[in-house]
């Protein structure tokens, strides 16, 4: 399986970010999409996961900033991100597969939050 991120950047505190993730090379159903991020220092932290079904959930320091949407058509997941705070600040990568513990990764595309 193979992931392509695209959508990282710089912005300024309070600005808006949408990360894009496109999933080929699988011959299964992708039930599970998922962003990550990794800060300088920190570890690995989901932020936010979508099921086939629609169903999200959120990591309590994105919730009612971020919205994660995908096109099962497409097999891709969008990350749309307001309010964005310095502390969004890290390499956020993208993930897919069967469900979360058979999940693939993307390639980290690094958003940056100046304050």
């Known amino acids: 399986v193979q992931l392509q991120a695209s959508g990282g950047g710089w912005v300024q505190a309070g600005g808006s970010l949408r990360l894009s993730c496109a999933a080929s090379g699988t011959a299964f159903s992708i039930n599970f999409m998922g962003w990550s991020r990794q800060a300088a220092g920190k570890q690995r932290e989901l932020v936010a996961s979508?099921?086939?079904?629609?169903?999200?959930n959120y990591a309590d320091s994105v919730k009612g900033r971020f919205t994660i949407s995908r096109d099962n058509g497409k097999n891709t997941v969008y990350l749309q991100m307001n309010s964005l705070e310095p502390d969004d600040t890290a390499v956020y990568y993208c993930n897919a597969g069967r469900s979360y513990d058979r999940r693939y990764w993307g390639q980290g595309t690094l958003v940056t939050v100046s304050s």
């Open positions: 979508i099921t086939s079904g629609g169903t999200t």
